[in-house]
């Protein structure tokens, strides 16, 4: 018989993010509380006031979104949801696309657009600075440096605490630190994408937090990438590195989409089997049976990928 020990979100550790914060390794991403193709309200809003309700219920500090995921939406959500916010409640949106229609995007961080998109998101989430403001993409037209630039300058005004980055290269990277300081960095990265590799090592070289979209894959299932013998940790470490979380870097955060509208999913597992070569195994101190190996469920607040 299968052992389970359930973990909440803080099971996976914390992280700085810039000298002021530390949020939980389990952050939420917001984005699929919006309508289909990221466009307007959702099915049922009352189960997805609920979904954001969960999260924090069951430990998540660390929320992350954006003014065009809905456009609008998202973040007007989350301020009905969780508005008066907890004290340790860390808020990362961003900022420098454009939403024709569903499913459409387009690029404008120009200076303007982001001062703009700055204020909407301010009176959206209700608040007088947001914690970590990023920007959402390189334009293809604005200088990047010039986008930066803007970012700082709303930095000096108090309006925002922290920059990160999103959708960038090192150089991209490089680029921004000898203008501001940037204390994170948001890419796609998965169990089936690791084309960021490189930028998750240079981020934990230079204490810089990377925030992973698309953490689990974007609905394509952990079997057809990851086969169990690539997630059995030895000595409790899983090699290699998966999306759930990384025991061996302090800048690494996981920040899953909700998958679906409904409270019911908001809590589901990600689950692995451990398993060890000795007589008997522990986990937080707790020893289990090696004749029933115990399963680590870590409560994540999105989404189900089973690992057996």
């Known amino acids: 018989m299968t052992q389970q020990l359930v973990l909440p979100a803080a099971a996976a550790g914390a992280i700085a993010s810039g000298d002021d914060l530390r949020v939980n390794r389990m952050g939420y991403g917001a984005m699929r509380i919006t309508g289909p193709g990221v466009w307007g309200p959702p099915p049922d809003k009352q189960e997805a006031l609920a979904t954001l309700r969960k999260a924090l219920e069951i430990g998540v500090n660390l929320i992350d979104t954006a003014d065009s995921y809905g456009p609008a939406t998202s973040e007007e959500l989350i301020a009905e949801a969780l508005y008066p916010y907890p004290a340790n409640l860390v808020i990362a949106t961003k900022g420098g696309w454009e939403r024709p229609g569903p499913n ?3 690029h404008n961080s120009s200076p303007k657009h982001l001062f703009e998109a700055l204020e909407g998101s301010l009176k959206r989430l209700r608040l007088e600075r947001i914690d970590i403001y ?4 390189p334009d293809n037209v604005i200088p990047f440096e010039v986008s930066v630039e803007a970012l700082a300058r709303l930095r000096n005004q108090g309006k925002i605490r922290h920059i990160g980055l999103s959708n960038v290269t090192r150089e991209h990277v490089e680029r921004a630190r000898k203008i501001v300081p ?9 169990f089936a994408d690791r084309e960021s590799d490189f930028i998750v090592d240079y981020c934990e070289a230079n204490g810089i937090a990377f925030f992973p979209w698309a953490p689990l894959g974007q609905a394509r299932a952990a ?19 998966t999306m759930v979380q990384d025991s061996g870097t302090p800048v690494y955060e996981s920040v899953p989409a ?10 589901p597992q990600f689950t692995a089997t451990f398993t060890e070569d000795k007589a008997g195994f ?3 101190g707790e020893k289990f049976d090696m004749d029933a190996p115990p399963m680590l469920t870590v409560d994540i607040g999105s989404i189900s990928i089973g690992a057996s």
Do not use: F, K, M
């Open 134 to 137: 990023q920007l959402h993409a």
């Open 223 to 241: 079997h057809e990438a990851v086969v169990l013998a690539d997630i059995v940790p030895r000595r409790g470490r899983a090699e290699p590195r």
């Open 182 to 190: 940037i204390v994170s960095v948001q890419n796609r990265y998965s």
């Open 258 to 267: 909700a998958a679906t509208h409904s409270a019911e999913n908001v809590a």
């Open 104 to 106: 459409q995007w387009t």
């Open 282 to 284: 522990y986990i937080n």
